[in-house]
């Protein structure tokens, strides 16, 4: 379709987007979400020249997935963010089923994006392309065109690239389907990022001792993070066990190290990054001042999105929170990167049994809790976070089905940090050893109140808004 055809539709789409946006109970304060219709990966991301970028899958046209184009962010401190141009829209042969998933390096001193375009038939096959833009003076994105067509011996699912430097060279991760329809991660060299090599496959179903691990992996992400190589990965089509890959496709990581030359990876096994509902298709990138800060999607691609009631409101989803990366005994910890604490207002401590706890308001707050005892607090009458001292359960009711639902985390609880803001909530565990993050939808204001014998000191801020300008 014509580019300059796409950019009305999305020109009326925004137009008609703007009156509905007033009385919007579930829009974030501080979050990510997308003006109008369907946000889904975080792509690009990337700090240069003094500015945070951040890139997203997003279909402007309705809350349905579909061609996606690039919408694009930027911010100074990862907190107040601004639009910028939209970078890709699907117009050329080799992205007509849209500009997918892909990453964002620095090259001749522009950002330079790679990203797949996918192409659907209409005998239900696909190809992808895995294809090059580069900024230009006006901060639009030039394509340059595909630089890598289909592998052989994989299907028509081969995306999602991720490229770094190390070492003088280009390195790309790609998420791929074999012909056994297993998921593997693919790797690839490359001295200038137009012409690019197989080196081999790096880490997968059926590869270093994971065993069957699902039909497809999406959005690899490989990086150094204190002294190991992490690879982030999504599979999809992992059976669920009693208490962990519970969501329909899951998002988690691997912890080795790389041989570059060889494409050896050796690791150990698979974690998720995130226990709660709604997280999938992180991407990560460096601060300016050496930290690896990620960005996840707060949804799952499967039948429950569409019951979300922001669809009223003309569109669906959010980015988490942007979260720092560390590891200890090679497992990763996240935490709220510094950076949100300049929204944090109005503290407030209290310290008591969670029984004569107060209620607080949480419509946008953070609350920090060291935890001695049994305990469990409930948010917006919908949510149930519990400690019965051996796991924490997260239970909310499907919004599909209206059956209850769990996630869990198994440990010994110190400490919860939580983020809440309007429809989103972000339990971060024990100082960052686990995550569950999830959606809710409240009626009214949103409170948090408790219940348990166990002893608390709560912190309550009520968190800041910062509109994207
Ligand atoms: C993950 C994903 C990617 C793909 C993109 C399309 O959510 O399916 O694999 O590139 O979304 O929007």
């Known amino acids: 379709m014509k580019e300059v055809h796409l950019l009305k539709r999305m020109a009326h789409a925004l137009m008609s987007g703007y009156a509905r ?49 690039w919408g694009h962010w930027s911010s100074t401190d990862l907190v107040n963010w601004k639009h910028e141009p939209v970078a890709l829209v699907p117009s050329e042969s080799y992205e007509t089923h849209g500009c997918y998933s892909g990453s964002a390096v620095v090259d001749q001193g522009a950002i330079t994006l790679i990203y797949t375009g ?24 030039d394509k340059l065109g595909p630089v890598l067509t289909l592998p052989a011996g994989y299907t028509g699912h081969v995306r999602d690239p991720k490229v770094w430097r190390h070492d003088d060279r280009w390195y790309m991760v790609l998420g791929a389907q074999d012909l056994d329809r297993q998921g593997k991660v693919l790797l690839y060299g490359s001295a200038d990022l137009l012409a690019w090599e197989k080196i081999g496959e790096i880490a997968g179903s059926r590869l270093g001792g994971l065993g069957d691990f699902g039909y497809m992996w999406e959005c690899p992400d490989l990086f150094p993070l204190d002294g190991k190589e992490i690879l982030i990965c999504c599979p999809q089509g992992v059976p669920a066990e009693e208490e962990r890959y519970l969501n329909t496709f899951q998002a988690g990581y691997l912890v080795g190290s790389l041989h570059y030359e060889s494409g050896a990876y050796s690791h150990q096994g698979f974690h998720e990054l995130d226990l ?59 935490r709220p ?34 935890v001695q005892g049994e305990f469990q607090l409930t948010l917006a009458s919908q949510l149930l976070l519990c400690w019965d001292g051996e796991r924490v359960t997260m239970s ?46 409240p009626e009214g204001e949103a409170t948090m109140t408790f219940s348990g014998s166990g002893l608390l000191t709560l912190q309550h801020w009520l968190l800041a808004s910062c509109v994207i300008e």
């Not at 300049?342 to 209620?359: E, I, K, V």
């Not at 089905?401 to 309007?422: A, F, K, V």
């Open 21 to 69: 946006k007033q009385e919007d109970p579930y829009r974030p304060d501080w979050h990510l979400s997308p003006c109008v219709g369907l946000l889904n990966d975080p792509n690009g991301f990337i700090h240069h020249n003094g500015r945070y970028h951040l890139f997203y899958q997003w279909n402007p046209f309705s809350c349905a997935h579909g061609a996606k184009f």
């Open 337 to 370: 990167a510094h950076e949100l604490q300049q929204l944090r207002r109005d503290h407030y401590t209290w310290h008591g049994a969670a029984n004569y706890a107060p209620s607080l308001p949480v419509q946008s707050a953070e609350v920090l809790i060291d």
């Open 276 to 334: 709660g509902f709604e997280f999938y298709a992180p991407q990560t990138t460096l601060s300016e001042d050496g930290r690896r800060l990620l960005f996840g999607w707060m949804s799952i691609p499967d039948e429950n999105e569409f019951f979300e009631p922001t669809i009223d409101h003309g569109w669906i989803h959010i980015m988490t929170c942007p979260r720092e990366l560390t590891l200890h005994n090679d497992r990763v910890y996240q």
């Open 118 to 141: 996918n192409v659907k038939y209409d005998d239900g096959s696909r190809t992808a392309f895995q294809c090059i833009a580069r900024e230009n003076t006006h901060g639009e994105y």
């Open 396 to 441: 909310r009711r499907n919004r599909r089905t209206g059956e209850p639902e769990h996630r869990y985390w198994r440990g010994n609880l110190r400490q919860l940090q939580i983020l809440c803001d309007r429809s989103s909530i972000e339990v971060f565990i024990n100082d960052g050893e686990a995550v569950i993050s999830s959606r809710y939808f």
